[in-house]
């Protein structure tokens, strides 16, 4: 019997793809980066995810190439280990163990056997050094390293085993900040770039005295420098800022300088391909961007965006099954959980954002989508005591432009914030009766519905569909804080503190109420199948509660302190996550189970903000009864430092082999004018193709003794090249005369009927011509009809070999 896999928590995307610079392989056909715990690895023309090499167990610091093996390599972690890698195939080939305080040194990788290898053999080259992988950078050839760290500059050499230091006063006579940010080393020369906060951008050279150094200044960046990084052969520098502009210096020359602007963030790091065609940049809004050497765009890889506050939760697309929250300031984000990108930015305030601190702006705080995804409700606001904006926008999705397109906008719904909002979850009225139901903090909760337009010929004739307030409901002055609808849509329920009431979605009557005393209610939902007739709603101190709906009365209570309650869409099953001493912890049930299904503790470090059900496109086969719930719905979850994490009972060495597909190693080498000439050469195993034995046929009547002669004689007794060229090459052409003895016999059976019909019709046109031929006509030429027996003695002539004669 086959024990049933653990349940363990994965992260699955969010990690920052900006913690270290990128790197290009060989062939800058593939991008490595890191992200989180992993080295991802992006296809540069198709920005495809193609691999993710897992295995590290702490924050990836950073990824080199293996200078002696192209196809392989390095990665460092904060777990204390360096770890070397065939990036082509997904394979760990060693594991080096370090443990140390933070300082630069120089390890010893050695080559021994077994895959673990402690590395003992170091020597310290420097100490207190930044943290930051940026400051630090070594010169040409690996003659020396320069590191910055606060005010100072530090060059050691590793031949004469020098070490030189050159210090800045914290501010310059123009009160500049003359702080270390970054530093890089021209590849050719002796020549080091350091950027500091002041925008500035300094090339020292001279560097090998301590007093007789020299160093000019470049400057167009008006805040700090975030990054350095010389071309290939040196003719050019690369800087970025916050500005979100990369800037390309010439030659050093401050008057000669080309701009990329609008990349969208602050530029973190800044990569180059080892042919020099490629640019690479790193934003801190998880974006990678890929430039070509002339500044051109060429891609975008966008990440999750990490949002400075997520307020519209984790919502799930109906018809992309994304991932919906907040982006960019005023934007919604729609993240694909597979291939882990963001598949399109929907621009939701459209207004320009301000980079200034204290301002108030507009903010996303609301988002819900209609059953079938056609329709979305946001709700943005913008607070300034003693006033508040608020808007709700309803927008349509165009199945032309497949884009979602504003069709209602309404200002002032409520007078006070909104606090939920829910569409009536039901496929088949859609269309007809669709109802949007918001609840705000001004004790009130509003019914919206669709209605056409009275004047189609007017000035709007194209869009005919608009909302309106159909119905407004309150109980006892209370704030409503939560509002959703049964699995039919027949049924309201809206709480209003610490009661939950239950609503008639037809007549907008009040059916009935339930209360729990102890604190207001946090969540509320209705369990969906078998379990419809229940209601589940949590409290602020720390009840779950179950109600009948059938007898109106408290089914179970326990005593948890929930933080999330989500219900999964296509089961029974609802799951809810307790925060309890500094611990996370998952208990999913059934409402007419009290007793949970599946208990899972310390599920994270940080607390878990939000969590959605996506839907599985095949529902996956679960060993474990404990772990049923996860058999067509995926749940996901978001941490309070935007960690996206969910669930998975695979062991690692699985997760390992389905990481992505496989990369191709001749892709992976350079393309050279002799790889070109002689193109690739692809097995293709699919049913389609073309079988070649078919084609071609195998005649070995065809095989001459020469073929055979030279393709089984040992090379060392073989005569020279230029006396078997000919005789293969003849051996290799068929002669067009000949045939084989069946062809022959067809073709003689063929003249032969054509032949008696041709004279059947030649004596009926000779005895009608006879008549008129004239005597004149019987002096013409007449040619002579030759017999079989002289055909077949003319064939022979024809085939006898006349070159013999040409010796004369």
Not at 147 to 156: A, C, D, E, I, P
Request: with cysteine.
């Amino acid at each position: 019997m086959v024990a049933a896999a653990a349940l363990r928590v994965v992260c699955c995307g969010g990690s920052p793809l900006h913690g270290a610079r990128a790197v290009f392989s060989a062939d800058a056909r593939y991008l490595l980066c890191t992200s989180g715990d992993f080295v991802k690895v992006y296809s540069a023309a198709t920005e495809e995810l193609v691999r993710v090499l897992r295995g590290h167990g702490g924050l990836v610091t950073g990824v080199r190439l293996n200078p002696h093996n192209r196809l392989q390599l390095y990665s460092s972690s904060l777990d204390g280990s360096i770890k070397l890698w065939d990036f082509t195939d997904g394979i760990l080939i060693k594991i080096f163990l370090w443990s140390d305080a933070f300082q630069l040194v120089s390890v010893k990788l050695t080559k021994t056997a077994g895959q673990d290898v402690e590395a003992k053999e170091f020597s310290v080259v420097l100490e207190g050094v930044d943290a930051s992988p940026k400051c630090t950078a070594f010169g040409r050839e690996g003659e020396y390293v320069a590191s910055v760290k606060n005010f100072h500059l530090q060059v050691y050499f590793f031949k004469r085993k020098q070490l030189n230091r050159f210090s800045l006063r914290a501010t310059n006579a123009k009160g500049g900040n003359n702080l270390f940010t970054c530093v890089a080393c021209h590849p050719k020369e002796d020549c080091i770039a350091t950027g500091h906060g002041d925008g500035k951008i300094r090339l020292w050279r001279n560097f090998y005295h301590n007093k007789e150094y020299v160093f000019s200044t470049l400057h167009w960046h008006h805040d700090r420098v975030m990054d350095l990084c010389f071309s290939i052969e040196g003719t050019s520098l690369l800087s970025g800022g916050v500005e979100a502009v990369l800037v390309q210096w010439h030659s050093g020359s401050d008057c000669k300088k080309d701009f990329l602007p609008r990349l969208g963030s602050a530029i973190e790091y800044i990569s180059v391909s080892s042919d020099g065609t490629l640019y690479c940049t790193l934003h801190t809004d998880n974006r990678i961007t890929i430039i070509n050497s002339n500044l051109r765009f060429s891609k975008s890889i966008q990440g999750l965006i990490k949002a400075r506050d997520v307020k519209t939760g984790l919502v799930v697309d109906p018809r992309t099954k994304a991932l919906v929250l907040n982006g960019e300031p005023g934007h919604l984000q729609f993240y694909c959980l597979q291939s882990d990108k963001q598949l399109y930015s929907l621009d939701i305030v459209q207004q320009e954002y301000i980079q200034q601190a204290g301002l108030n702006q507009t903010d996303l705080v609301k988002v819900a989508f209609s059953a079938q995804g056609k329709w979305l409700a946001t709700v943005e606001e913008r607070e300034e005591e003693p006033d508040l904006e608020l808007h709700l926008k309803l927008w349509f999705f165009d199945e032309e432009t497949q884009s979602f397109k504003l069709n209602t906008q309404i200002s002032m719904p409520h007078d006070d914030h909104i606090t939920a909002m829910c569409f009536r979850d039901m496929d088949e009225l859609e269309d007809d009766s669709l109802i949007l139901v918001t609840a705000g903090k001004d004790c009130l909760f509003k019914v919206w519905v669709i209605l056409e337009d009275t004047d189609p010929e007017g000035k709007h004739a194209q869009q005919s569909l608009s909302w309106s307030c159909d119905f407004v409901g309150s109980y006892h002055n209370y704030q409503a804080t939560n509002c959703c609808f049964s699995e039919d849509g027949s049924l309201l329920a809206v709480s209003f503190e610490e009661t939950v009431t239950v609503w008639d979605s037809s007549t907008w009557d009040l059916k009935c109420t339930f209360c729990h005393p102890p604190g207001k209610i946090r969540y509320v939902c209705f369990g969906r199948l078998t379990c419809s007739k229940y209601l589940i709603g949590a409290t602020d101190h720390g009840f779950l509660c179950c109600w009948n709906l059938l007898s109106c009365a408290l089914e179970w209570s326990a005593h948890l302190n929930v933080v999330v309650l989500q219900p999964d869409p296509l089961s029974e099953h609802i799951a809810a996550v307790s925060w309890l001493s500094k611990e996370s912890s998952l208990f999913v049930f059934k409402p007419n189970e009290p007793r949970p299904i599946c208990i899972q503790r310390n599920l994270c470090k940080e607390k878990i903000q939000f969590a959605a059900f996506v839907p599985r496109d095949v529902p996956e086969t679960i060993g474990s009864e404990k772990y049923l719930w996860l058999r067509r719905s995926q749940l996901y979850f978001l941490t309070d430092t935007q960690e996206l994490m969910t669930f998975s009972t695979k062991p690692p060495e699985e997760r390992l082999t389905v990481s992505s597909k496989q990369l191709a190693v001749e892709e992976s080498l350079p393309v050279t004018p002799f790889s070109l000439l002689l193109g690739k050469h692809r097995h293709q195993q699919s049913q389609g193709d073309i079988d070649l034995t078919k084609v071609v046929r195998n005649r070995h009547e065809q095989d001459s003794p020469a073929v055979k002669e030279l393709l089984h004689t040992p090379a060392h007794v073989l005569p020279s090249a230029s006396f078997l060229c000919p005789i293969f090459i003849n051996s290799l052409l068929i002669s067009k005369e000949k045939k084989s003895a069946e062809e022959v016999a067809d073709e003689v059976e063929m003249e032969s009927e054509d032949a008696e019909e041709d004279s059947d019709e030649e004596k009926d046109i000779t005895e009608m011509e006879q008549e008129n031929i004239k005597p004149m006509d019987l002096l013409g030429e007449i040619t002579c009809k030759l017999s079989k027996a002289e055909e077949k003695e003319l064939r022979k002539v024809r085939k006898m070999d006349y070159s013999w004669i040409s010796a004369f």
